[in-house]
Protein backbone atom coordinates (compact mmCIF):
# COMPACT_ATOMS: atom_id res chain seq x y z
CA UNK A 1 0.00 0.00 0.00
CA UNK A 2 1.46 3.61 -0.70
CA UNK A 3 -0.86 6.26 0.69
CA UNK A 4 0.25 10.01 0.09
CA UNK A 5 4.06 8.70 -1.12
CA UNK A 6 5.73 11.18 -2.64
CA UNK A 7 6.33 11.38 -6.52
CA UNK A 8 9.96 10.22 -6.49
CA UNK A 9 8.95 6.94 -5.04
CA UNK A 10 9.49 4.17 -7.45
CA UNK A 11 8.09 0.93 -6.89
CA UNK A 12 10.10 -2.15 -8.73
CA UNK A 13 10.63 -5.49 -9.32
CA UNK A 14 8.67 -7.34 -6.60
CA UNK A 15 6.06 -10.60 -7.09
CA UNK A 16 3.03 -10.10 -5.49
CA UNK A 17 0.57 -13.02 -5.63
CA UNK A 18 -2.89 -14.01 -4.34
CA UNK A 19 -3.70 -11.32 -1.91
CA UNK A 20 -6.99 -11.71 -0.48
CA UNK A 21 -8.25 -8.08 -1.39
CA UNK A 22 -5.71 -6.04 -3.62
CA UNK A 23 -2.04 -7.08 -4.45
CA UNK A 24 -0.92 -2.71 -4.74
CA UNK A 25 -3.38 -0.08 -3.27
CA UNK A 26 -1.99 3.34 -4.14
CA UNK A 27 -3.76 6.32 -2.62
CA UNK A 28 -2.95 9.80 -3.34
CA UNK A 29 -0.15 8.69 -4.72
CA UNK A 30 2.21 9.64 -8.01
CA UNK A 31 4.89 6.87 -8.01
CA UNK A 32 6.52 4.93 -10.55
CA UNK A 33 5.52 1.46 -10.61
CA UNK A 34 7.70 -0.42 -12.97
CA UNK A 35 8.34 -4.23 -13.86
CA UNK A 36 6.37 -5.72 -10.94
CA UNK A 37 4.21 -8.81 -11.49
CA UNK A 38 0.70 -8.45 -9.22
CA UNK A 39 -1.45 -11.33 -9.84
CA UNK A 40 -3.88 -13.72 -7.82
CA UNK A 41 -5.59 -10.25 -6.36
CA UNK A 42 -9.34 -11.58 -4.55
CA UNK A 43 -10.48 -8.34 -5.93
CA UNK A 44 -7.93 -5.93 -8.43
CA UNK A 45 -4.23 -6.16 -8.57
CA UNK A 46 -3.81 -3.08 -8.46
CA UNK A 47 -6.31 -0.20 -7.43
CA UNK A 48 -5.82 3.72 -7.89
CA UNK A 49 -7.62 6.07 -5.46
CA UNK A 50 -7.40 9.72 -5.22
CA UNK A 51 -7.92 12.95 -7.00
CA UNK A 52 -4.80 14.64 -8.54
CA UNK A 53 -2.48 11.69 -8.14
CA UNK A 54 -0.85 10.57 -11.97
CA UNK A 55 1.12 7.01 -10.85
CA UNK A 56 3.59 5.88 -13.93
CA UNK A 57 2.43 2.02 -14.20
CA UNK A 58 4.64 0.71 -16.91
CA UNK A 59 6.33 -2.60 -18.05
CA UNK A 60 4.30 -4.86 -15.64
CA UNK A 61 2.37 -7.89 -15.30
CA UNK A 62 -1.41 -7.32 -13.88
CA UNK A 63 -4.70 -8.98 -14.61
CA UNK A 64 -7.04 -6.62 -13.10
CA UNK A 65 -7.00 -2.91 -12.57
CA UNK A 66 -9.16 0.07 -10.80
CA UNK A 67 -9.09 3.23 -11.50
CA UNK A 68 -8.07 5.71 -14.26
CA UNK A 69 -6.02 8.53 -12.87
CA UNK A 70 -2.54 6.86 -13.98
CA UNK A 71 -0.72 6.54 -17.42
CA UNK A 72 1.79 3.67 -18.62
CA UNK A 73 2.57 1.61 -21.08
CA UNK A 74 3.66 -1.73 -21.87
CA UNK A 75 2.20 -3.61 -19.08
CA UNK A 76 0.94 -7.10 -19.83
CA UNK A 77 -1.48 -10.04 -18.51
CA UNK A 78 -0.45 -12.83 -17.15
CA UNK A 79 -1.55 -14.92 -20.42
CA UNK A 80 0.68 -12.44 -22.12
CA UNK A 81 -1.69 -10.52 -23.97
CA UNK A 82 -1.99 -6.58 -23.51
CA UNK A 83 -3.32 -5.67 -20.21
CA UNK A 84 -5.70 -2.51 -19.73
CA UNK A 85 -3.80 0.57 -19.65
CA UNK A 86 -4.09 2.20 -16.29
Known amino acids: MCSNCASN ?26 Y ?14 GNGTTPNISFNVYDTISGTTGVGMYNVKSDGTPAIEP
Open 9 to 34: VTITNNIITSNDEFGMSLSFSSPSIL
Open 36 to 49: NRVTGSGIYDIILM
